[in-house]
């Protein structure tokens, strides 16, 4: 039977409480018994849990072990593992695929602060929740505002819930669409002087939403896998890589720019603008979700179309302000 009074999308929600347990001091042989006894009743049959009188978990041993094993008679404690992996009532649901996917094992134990034993997260259900984990993700990258569930699917839902499902980032993005307009327009006499740099702002864009597209999926899965996770060692590496990446794609872009145009002006905005449009996309592409979480949203929402508006936003504004500044410390504006 499962848990429903614990707040949903945790592990203590999830759990079954028939399964196979045994005390310490049990012989080999009265366990498979109990199994043969008790097996219709348990809801899974993955591994034998071993408590002690207060029924504070001490090890754990599989199904297929316990049928291994020839001496009947030697006594559970003594093979059973004690390394254990385990969850509490309260830990996020993606915690538990987490754990499962990284320790290769098909149920995850949920305990108390006294690692009481309360239940188990059996392997049907971590699947689920894998699944509804992925599905969500997708939904939130690509822009559609939905709830996962039964009731949505691709394939069956009519086109009106398609549209009111789609249509609300669709909207963010034309609004983020105008104001980069309503910025290049601004610019207007910088690049009537430089009309090669309208040429340049399509690349600029789409490198910087890439680059900002890898950092946020990153900085979301981190999150979900490791809910400690410090900031600022994992912004430190965020910053490196971003260095590393604006220092490969600012001279690449600065080189075509002067092949294919022969101005050095043109070579030197552009290249500058990259460099630059990187650092701030894998900024604010990272510090979104992480934002997200400190305000106990999903930091999932703050991927796709609206960290790319945000990204596209600054990268017009950046890149044109670094356009003027140029031309104007070269006399041309």
């Given amino acids: 039977m499962r848990n429903r009074r614990l707040p949903l999308n945790t592990a203590g929600s999830k759990i079954v409480t028939a399964f196979p347990r045994a005390k310490i001091g049990e012989k080999i042989k009265e366990i498979e018994r109990m199994l043969v006894d008790k097996a219709v009743t348990f809801d899974t049959l993955d591994y034998v849990y071993i408590v002690d009188d ?41 915690r538990i695929v987490y754990l499962a996917l990284s320790h290769n094992i098909k149920a995850i134990p949920v305990v108390d602060k006294r690692r009481r034993l309360l239940g188990i997260v059996p392997y049907d259900t971590i699947l689920q929740i894998f699944n509804e984990e992925v599905r969500e993700d997708v939904f939130k990258f690509g822009g559609i505002f939905h709830k996962v ?55 600029l864009t789409y490198l910087s939403d890439a680059v900002g597209t890898q950092s946020e999926t990153l900085a979301v899965r981190s999150i979900a896998l490791d809910p400690k996770l ?19 794609c600012g001279p690449l872009i600065a080189f075509v720019a002067m092949i294919g145009w022969q101005n050095s002006l043109l070579r030197l905005i552009v290249g500058f603008s990259m460099f630059l449009s990187i650092l701030v996309a894998v900024f604010i592409s990272t510090s979104l979700p992480f934002l997200f979480t400190k305000l106990s949203l999903d930091p999932a929402i703050a991927s796709g179309p609206f960290a ?6 600054a990268t017009v504004t950046l890149y044109f302000t670094v356009a003027s500044l140029f031309l104007t410390h070269f006399g041309l504006l």
């Fill in 54 to 94: 207060e029924n504070v978990l001490t090890g754990v041993i599989s199904i297929k072990e316990i049928l291994g094993i020839s001496q009947k008679d030697v006594l559970v404690e003594k093979v059973m593992k004690k390394d254990l992996v385990v969850a509490r009532p309260l830990t996020p649901q993606e």
């Fill in 149 to 203: 569930g039964k009731e949505f699917t691709t394939v069956k839902s009519p086109a009106s819930v398609m549209i009111k499902t789609r249509l609300p980032w669709l909207l963010i993005g034309v609004l983020g669409g105008t104001i980069a307009a309503f910025i290049i327009g601004s610019f207007e006499h910088a690049i009537s002087t430089l009309l090669a740099l309208a040429a340049f702002a399509p690349v």
């Fill in 230 to 248: 410090s900031l600022k060692s994992y912004f430190i590496r965020e910053l490196l890589v971003a260095f590393s990446l604006a220092f490969a």
């Fill in 308 to 313: 790319t508006m945000i990204s596209d936003v």
